[in-house]
């Protein structure tokens, strides 16, 4: 079982950036093995995916959503168990409940991460850009 607890989330003016934080605990052992992924939903929208790295720290390109390519960035401190999204740039249509995910063990960084290849999700971090 693993526990992810996101931080970071704010309301922030169009233009600026915020770094969102997601710290994982539990018993599950190979919890460092998993791949980490940020997601967001907007109020009536679906789960966007939006970044993924693999558990050694890699990702490429093909890993972001095209929505936020340029923009965000992803990385992870396995030692401090920890994800981080860096945002900048920030758009309104940024505005949603940023979510973190794991339990994926190989997924491809091919492509943005789906959200049905996670087991674990935290509970979300608001973000709101305003104009």
């Known amino acids: 079982q693993v526990h992810l607890a996101e931080s970071g989330g704010a309301s922030v003016q169009a233009g600026g950036s915020l770094k969102l934080s997601c710290e994982w605990s539990?018993?599950?052992?190979?919890?460092?093995?998993?791949?980490m992924a940020w997601f967001r939903q907007a109020p009536g929208k679906e789960r966007e995916g939006l970044a993924v790295?693999?558990?050694?720290?890699?990702?490429?390109?093909?890993a972001f959503a095209d929505s936020v390519k340029d923009r965000f960035l992803i990385s992870r401190e396995n030692a401090k168990r920890a994800v981080y999204l860096w945002l900048r740039d920030l758009k309104p249509e940024d505005t949603a409940i940023y979510y973190c995910?794991?339990?994926?063990?190989?997924?491809?960084?091919?492509?943005?991460?789906?959200?049905?290849?996670?087991?674990?999700w935290g509970q979300g971090t608001q973000v709101t850009v305003s104009s």
């Open positions: 995910a794991s339990g994926c063990v190989a997924c491809s960084l091919q492509q943005p991460p789906r959200a049905s290849e996670y087991t674990y």
């Open positions: 539990g018993t599950s052992s190979t919890s460092t093995q998993y791949y």
């Open positions: 790295v693999d558990s050694q720290g890699y990702t490429n390109d093909n």
